[in-house]
C-alpha cells in the first residue's frame, strides 16, 4: 500500500494513437509497473479503466476470492448462485496483465477500448487515484469531478478523523 510520500497524484491529459497506444507519465507509469514491466489493467467503471501494480491487485483479488470461496463451501450461497455466477463473469473480463514498453507506453487491449470509449487518435486523462492509475474518458471525467467535487471537503475530512 503506498505510503503518503508515494501517493501516486497527478492530471494529464494524453493522446491515444490509431493504434491505442498510450504514454504515461514516467512516474506513474513506475508507480504501478514490476520489475519486468508488467501492470493489471481493470475496467472500474463506463470511461474509465485502472493500472495496477500485478502483486497488490492478485493480492486484493485473491482475498475477495476467498471469502467468497468460504461462503460457498458454507452453503451461505445456495441461494444466491446468480449473483455468484454474475460475479464470475465480471471477474473473468475485469482485468488483464499488459506490458508496459519503453518510454511509458502502454496498448489499450480490445475490450477495454471499447469501455473506454474513446476512439484512436483521441484525447484521454490520466488521474492518479492515490492506490492506482486511472485512464479516463474525458466526458466520463468531467461527469465524475461534477458529481465528486462537492463533497470533497467531507470526505476529506471524514478521511482523516
Not at 103 to 131: H, N, T, W, Y
Request: charged content about 30%; hydrophobic content about 40%.
Amino acid at each position: 500500500m503506498p505510503t503518503p510520500a508515494n501517493f501516486i497524484q497527478g492530471e494529464v491529459k494524453r493522446t491515444i494513437d490509431d493504434r491505442f497506444r498510450l504514454t504515461l507519465p514516467p512516474e506513474m507509469a513506475q508507480a504501478v509497473t514490476d520489475e519486468e514491466g508488467h501492470t493489471i489493467v481493470t475496467k472500474e467503471r463506463y470511461g474509465c479503466l485502472s493500472l495496477w501494480k500485478q502483486e497488490e491487485w492478485q493480492s486484493r483479488l485473491d482475498r475477495g476470492v476467498e471469502v467468497i470461496r468460504s461462503k460457498i463451501d458454507a452453503g451461505a450461497m445456495d441461494q444466491r448462485w446468480n449473483e455468484v455466477q454474475r460475479l464470475g463473469r465480471l471477474l473473468s473480463t475485469r482485468s488483464r496483465t499488459v506490458q508496459i514498453a519503453n518510454r511509458s507506453r502502454l496498448v489499450v487491449p480490445e475490450g477495454f477500448r471499447e469501455f473506454l470509449d474513446v476512439p484512436a487518435g483521441s484525447e484521454v486523462m490520466v488521474v492518479g487515484a492515490v492506490i492506482c492509475v486511472e485512464i479516463w474518458n474525458p466526458r466520463a471525467w468531467l461527469e465524475t469531478l461534477r458529481e465528486d467535487m462537492p463533497d470533497f471537503g467531507s470526505m476529506f475530512k471524514d478521511l482523516v478523523v
